[in-house]
């Protein structure tokens, strides 16, 4: 009977080990999925201002190659949102982790109902955030892009830094910027010397609504993962 005790003592704590790794790879793949799960994005500023009403949970769309805060409330034309994930830049992500990078990926979007994908990047010299194939996105700034710890807000290079400029006086669509240099974009022939309105934002992630269509596409999806050796975006 003793014996038993000390046995069952014993095995205890590889139970608790074997437990917290099924645990740990559950959470894992929870994540994992969330992460490859597509969504839309909203700002909203990080400062109350006389701006926050318009800007509260305004979507962020697509328009000429850049990414757009659309603060407009009677929509006379309509932009393709944001609908992005999280996927593997080619050959980034071992120079990403030697640049002392914990995580992050790179960031795709769909850019029409086709769900043609195009990468998400920063401009190397302006520090727009413009979209476009590989061999646009490959000069600059392509991430590594990430989440913040609850999921929620984005991150690029492990901070965020975003910027809704406003290029022309008046206009409602706001240009989206990553401030790099955390320095107002006030690089060399950068915008932030043009005296241009510039507010700080953030941007949070917002799922798109599970409806049929979207969990039919999902499963398409899925099954075309499953045909590919490897998805890449051209």
């Not at 401030?179 to 690089?187: M, P, S, V």
Request: hydrophobic share 35%; glycine share 8%.
């Amino acid at each position: 009977m003793v014996f038993g005790i000390l046995t069952a003592v014993a095995a205890c704590p590889a139970i608790i080990g074997t437990t917290e790794a099924i645990r740990h790879g559950q959470k894992n793949n929870s994540r994992e999925e969330h992460r490859g799960r597509k969504y839309h994005l909203t700002v909203s500023l990080t400062r109350r201002s006389r701006y926050s009403a318009q800007f509260d949970s305004a979507e962020i769309v697509l328009k000429d190659n850049k990414l757009w805060v659309d603060t407009r409330k009677d929509v006379l034309e309509d932009f393709w949102p944001v609908t992005a994930y999280y996927l593997d830049y080619p050959g980034r992500k071992e120079v990403w982790r030697k640049a002392g990078y914990a995580k992050g990926e790179g960031f795709v979007t769909t850019i029409n109902a086709q769900r043609f994908l195009n990468w998400v990047y920063v401009d190397q010299e302006t520090h727009e955030v413009k979209y476009g194939v590989r061999a646009e996105a490959e000069p600059h700034l392509v991430g590594p892009w990430d989440c913040t710890q609850m999921e929620r807000r984005l991150t690029f290079q492990g901070w965020e830094g975003f910027l809704a400029v406003q290029e022309e006086e008046g206009d409602e669509m706001w240009a989206l910027y990553f401030d790099c240099e955390d320095d107002g974009l006030t690089g060399k022939d950068q915008i932030g010397h043009q005296d241009k309105r510039m507010l700080e934002v953030e941007v949070c992630r917002k799922e798109l609504k599970r409806d049929r269509d979207a969990a039919i596409n999902e499963r398409a999806e899925r099954m075309e993962m499953c045909e590919e050796t490897g998805k890449t975006v051209t």
